[in-house]
């Protein structure tokens, strides 16, 4: 589903992001990337739905170089993408259901079709009856949830989450990684940045282990060390 | 589709209203701007319809008697071209009738009391003359008395300095004016470029989530650039409702002067306007193209 060919991508001279990285993900997999703040793992979600392009290597997402992708193609390849923040990127002016629906608005999904799909992943995330809610309403757990549900609700093929749990209380975490994990059982590729030792311990899936980047460690069913 | 275009117009009104102060200023500066424009070309057709006796080089008309004869105009047309030290031969003009009818209907536009009186029975018909290079306002002048007693002449009219006023003030007015248009819609340009800059900047993290789900950038722009299209088309209408109501003013002034002050034809009476007012729209559009356009295609990255 993903694969990078000894990828290297600096931001600067001195800066070096990421060097030299490849790496295989199955469709249907989940895979941690952990390491410190600035090891690159952000950079490397960057680079998976092209809003970084490396300087060396190659990334091919869904069977596509998406390097040598042209930009009016790059649309294209997101609706493929889900992505989940550390801070949500919620709009406060919508609703939970706007927000959810926006993403199908954008894209020029017919009003029959929002109405139908919103609602059942609102569902699927826990958040039915909340749907007239604003963002300021919600608890942080909640919110995650709108995220995920407006990432997940155009059925994509990966997922992409940077520190989705970065801002929530332990057992708020282990809501949201139960959510990701059912989400992860319906063939949905994972890729999950994370520092959150206790939740990757707790999940036992691959862990890719960056440290100032470079790929230090790649290891199935691994722990955070 | 129909689901995009209601998103693209919904989106629109709502960054318009939103930004109504910056929007607002925009829409006026491209309207001032354009009626300066439009007033300009009106202006200039006034001059043209004023000049319009004596355009082509002519500086001299002889008018002939309406019921002058066949000879007489014969003999008038001989003795003109026997002058070729003063008289252009080639360029001399004579205006039967009908094209001398035609010719005072704008001439006397904003004098109706004048064209009332005026009938193909009672018109003159006219030489027009176009001296040689070499033919000096004395010689000119001699030539005018000369004609004054011939027969069938009914006057002859020679201006003289009049028309190069005229000319010159035309141009004087015309560059100066359009210079200070270029400068106002500049103006215009910048501030629909910083409205949708604005606007875009207010909604930047919904261009944020709007990148990252999969629109197009052709979807997040549209409704940005038909909001600059709005402004620059609200201007264009409101400069041309300010346009007509101008020439309206203006040519129901000039039939109130006496028939001797010589602004009879300073007056556009015909269809002009409303070409005047289809490049006003359609520049007021431009406008509004360039500044949302180049604004909305470079502040798309976040």
């Given at each position: 589903?993903?694969?990078?060919?000894?990828?290297?991508?600096?931001?600067?001279?001195?800066v070096t992001?990421?060097?030299?990285?490849?790496?295989?993900?199955?469709?249907?997999?989940?895979?941690?990337?952990?390491?410190?703040?600035?090891?690159?793992?952000?950079?490397?979600?960057?680079?998976?739905?092209?809003?970084?392009?490396?300087?060396?290597?190659?990334?091919?997402?869904?069977?596509?170089?998406?390097?040598?992708?042209?930009?009016?193609?790059?649309?294209?390849l997101?609706?493929n993408i889900?992505?989940i923040?550390?801070?949500?990127k919620?709009?406060s002016?919508?609703?939970?259901f706007?927000?959810?629906?926006?993403?199908?608005?954008?894209?020029?999904?017919?009003?029959?079709?929002?109405?139908q799909?919103?609602?059942?992943?609102?569902?699927?995330?826990?958040?039915?009856?909340?749907?007239?809610?604003?963002?300021?309403?919600?608890s942080?757990?909640?919110?995650?949830?709108v995220?995920i549900?407006r990432?997940?609700?155009?059925r994509?093929?990966?997922?992409?989450?940077?520190?989705?749990?970065?801002?929530?209380?332990p057992?708020?975490?282990?809501?949201?990684?139960?959510?990701?994990?059912?989400?992860?059982?319906?063939?949905?590729?994972?890729v999950?940045?994370?520092?959150?030792?206790?939740?990757?311990?707790?999940?036992?899936?691959?862990?890719?282990?960056?440290?100032?980047?470079?790929?230090?460690?790649?290891?199935?069913?691994?722990?955070?060390? | 589709?129909?689901?995009r275009?209601s998103?693209?117009?919904?989106e629109m009104w709502a960054?318009?209203?939103?930004?109504?102060?910056?929007?607002?200023?925009?829409?006026?500066?491209?309207s001032?701007?354009?009626?300066?424009?439009?007033?300009?070309?009106?202006?200039?057709?006034?001059?043209?319809?004023?000049l319009?006796?004596?355009?082509?080089?002519?500086?001299?008309?002889?008018?002939?008697?309406?019921?002058?004869?066949?000879?007489?105009?014969?003999?008038?047309?001989?003795?003109?071209?026997?002058?070729p030290?003063?008289?252009?031969?080639?360029?001399?003009?004579?205006?039967?009738?009908?094209?001398?009818?035609?010719?005072?209907?704008?001439?006397?536009?904003?004098?109706?009391?004048?064209?009332?009186?005026?009938?193909p029975?009672?018109?003159?018909?006219?030489?027009k003359?176009?001296p040689?290079?070499?033919?000096?306002?004395?010689?000119?002048?001699?030539?005018?008395?000369?004609?004054?007693?011939?027969?069938?002449?009914?006057s002859?009219?020679?201006?003289?300095?009049?028309?190069?006023?005229?000319?010159?003030l035309r141009?004087?007015?015309?560059?100066?004016?359009?210079?200070?248009?270029a400068?106002?819609?500049?103006?215009?340009?910048?501030?629909?470029w910083?409205?949708?800059?604005?606007?875009?900047?207010?909604?930047r993290?919904?261009?944020?989530?709007m990148?990252?789900?999969?629109?197009?950038?052709?979807?997040?722009?549209?409704?940005?650039m038909?909001?600059?299209?709005?402004?620059?088309?609200?201007?264009?209408?409101?400069?041309?409702?300010?346009?007509?109501?101008?020439?309206?003013?203006?040519t129901?002034?000039?039939?109130?002067?006496?028939?001797?002050?010589?602004?009879?034809?300073?007056?556009?009476?015909?269809?002009?306007?409303?070409?005047?007012?289809?490049?006003?729209?359609?520049?007021?559009m431009l406008?509004?193209?360039i500044?949302?356009?180049?604004?909305?295609?470079?502040?798309?990255?976040?």
């Amino acid at each position: 589903m993903i694969k990078l060919e000894n990828v290297t991508k600096s931001y600067s001279a001195e800066v070096t992001a990421l060097q030299d990285a490849s790496f295989d993900v199955a469709k249907a997999e989940f895979v941690f990337l952990v390491g410190p703040s600035g090891s690159g793992k952000s950079t490397l979600l960057r680079l998976m739905n092209r809003q970084e392009k490396p300087e060396k290597g190659e990334v091919w997402v869904a069977g596509r170089n998406i390097n040598e992708m042209p930009d009016a193609k790059v649309p294209h390849l997101r609706r493929n993408i889900g992505n989940i923040f550390q801070d949500y990127k919620l709009l406060s002016n919508k609703t939970v259901f706007e927000n959810v629906a926006f993403a199908l608005e954008v894209i020029g999904r017919p009003k029959h079709v929002i109405r139908q799909q919103v609602p059942a992943v609102l569902d699927l995330v826990g958040l039915a009856g909340k749907q007239e809610r604003f963002p300021h309403q919600l608890s942080g757990g909640e919110q995650q949830r709108v995220s995920i549900a407006r990432a997940f609700v155009n059925r994509p093929l990966i997922l992409l989450a940077d520190e989705p749990t970065g801002n929530l209380d332990p057992a708020t975490g282990e809501g949201i990684m139960r959510l990701l994990d059912r989400i992860n059982k319906t063939g949905t590729t994972v890729v999950m940045a994370t520092h959150d030792q206790r939740i990757v311990n707790m999940m036992r899936k691959r862990v890719i282990q960056l440290d100032r980047g470079i790929i230090v460690r790649d290891q199935t069913r691994g722990v955070y060390e | 589709m129909l689901s995009r275009i209601s998103y693209t117009f919904r989106e629109m009104w709502a960054s318009l209203r939103r930004n109504l102060t910056l929007t607002v200023a925009a829409i006026v500066t491209a309207s001032v701007s354009l009626l300066l424009f439009g007033l300009t070309l009106l202006i200039q057709r006034g001059f043209d319809n004023q000049l319009s006796q004596w355009s082509g080089g002519v500086e001299l008309i002889v008018y002939m008697k309406n019921d002058a004869s066949e000879l007489q105009i014969r003999e008038v047309r001989e003795a003109l071209e026997s002058t070729p030290n003063v008289v252009d031969a080639s360029k001399l003009q004579y205006l039967d009738l009908d094209a001398s009818f035609a010719e005072a209907q704008r001439l006397f536009a904003g004098d109706p009391g004048t064209l009332q009186l005026l009938t193909p029975e009672n018109m003159p018909t006219q030489f027009k003359v176009v001296p040689t290079d070499e033919a000096s306002t004395e010689l000119l002048d001699q030539l005018s008395v000369g004609f004054r007693g011939l027969p069938g002449v009914h006057s002859v009219v020679f201006p003289g300095k009049e028309i190069d006023v005229l000319t010159t003030l035309r141009g004087f007015i015309g560059v100066r004016l359009l210079l200070i248009t270029a400068f106002l819609l500049v103006s215009a340009i910048l501030l629909i470029w910083n409205t949708i800059r604005t606007a875009m900047f207010a909604r930047r993290r919904e261009i944020e989530v709007m990148k990252l789900v999969g629109a197009t950038n052709w979807f997040i722009r549209l409704p940005f650039m038909l909001e600059g299209l709005l402004q620059g088309l609200i201007g264009g209408v409101l400069a041309s409702g300010a346009m007509l109501w101008f020439n309206q003013n203006w040519t129901s002034g000039v039939k109130t002067f006496p028939s001797e002050s010589g602004f009879g034809a300073f007056v556009v009476t015909d269809g002009f306007p409303l070409w005047i007012v289809f490049w006003i729209v359609l520049l007021g559009m431009l406008v509004g193209a360039i500044g949302s356009g180049t604004a909305a295609s470079r502040f798309l990255d976040v």
